[in-house]
């Protein structure tokens, strides 16, 4: 029996697909070449069924490429000849959430935005945030450990994980679902598996880490001659916003300009950009 054969065996409702379309070919930025050719795209709709994949990929010794979003930039959701891609898609269930808790509990493939906009509706926010949003999958965003643009406030996407679930090669599902914020319980396994890529095993589920929502946003641009006047803004941002400050990003002029002539403006003045991101939470 041949290894596809098996796989098929294994997972009768839902076998994996010969016929793979051009959109598992590659991420956002790396394509794989015309004559690679993978062993098949499988699609799980349950963690058993990630289980039962890698079980037989590891007695075959199957190659396995994990995908989530396919937005990376590094090519690591690129197929590879004779792998078995593993789609995350279908695990898109938002399970629970817990507005006291302040947590909710994902599946592996649903979109990062999906969690916000699920987050928000309860009065709270999920503050990892990145451009992909609407695309990007909360498991490839753990997987990499994706910073954002509120590390400054909140850090990696590792520090709003509470819990998390993972099937190694050999079939075996570690789940270490915890939902409390105050545990030390031995190891802590979900580490581990934060921004692995995938090495040591394929994340299916997860516990994350609201945050109350802030009552009031506001962004500051400035203009700067040079970058050491733009890291004093930022450490006077610090002294006077504290915890408050959210996210600072830097624009070199050419990036700036650039950007001002496709919309048909011009640049103030020369010299770096800080973009200053705040926000405000109020209680009373």
Request: charged share 20%; aromatic share 6%; net charge neutral.
């Amino acid at each position: 029996m041949s290894a596809l054969e098996a796989l098929r065996a294994a997972l009768p409702d839902n076998p994996p697909e010969s016929d793979i379309s051009d959109k598992y070919r590659g991420d956002w930025l790396m394509r794989a070449a015309s004559d690679v050719q993978p062993l098949a795209l499988f699609r799980p709709r349950s963690p058993d069924e990630v289980a039962r994949a890698l079980a037989i990929c590891t007695e075959y010794r199957v190659p396995v490429v994990p995908q989530g979003g396919l937005t990376g930039l590094t090519g690591g959701a690129v197929p590879t000849p004779g792998a078995l891609l593993i789609s995350m898609e279908r695990m898109n269930l938002i399970e629970e959430i817990d507005p006291v808790a302040q947590t909710i509990i994902v599946q592996a493939g649903v979109p990062l935005q999906a969690i916000q906009e699920a987050a928000d509706a309860a009065g709270l926010m999920f503050p990892l945030d990145i451009g992909s949003r609407g695309t990007c999958q909360i498991g490839g965003n753990l997987s990499t450990n994706a910073g954002g643009n509120r590390v400054l406030r909140y850090g990696m996407a590792r520090a709003m994980v509470l819990g998390l679930e993972a099937v190694l090669a050999d079939g075996t599902i570690v789940s270490s679902m915890n939902r409390m914020l105050k545990n030390n319980a031995g190891f802590d396994l979900k580490q581990v598996f934060i921004g692995s890529e995938g090495v040591l095993g394929i994340i299916t589920r997860a516990v994350l880490k609201l945050a109350p929502k802030p009552r009031s946003m506001a962004v500051s641009l400035a203009s700067f001659a040079d970058y050491p006047a733009c890291e004093a803004y930022l450490a006077l941002a610090r002294e006077r916003l504290g915890d408050s400050l959210s996210a600072f990003e830097v624009m070199w002029d050419s990036f700036y300009t650039r950007a001002l002539a496709r919309k048909g403006g011009r640049a103030a003045a020369k010299g770096c950009r800080g973009l200053c991101d705040c926000g405000s939470l109020f209680i009373g």
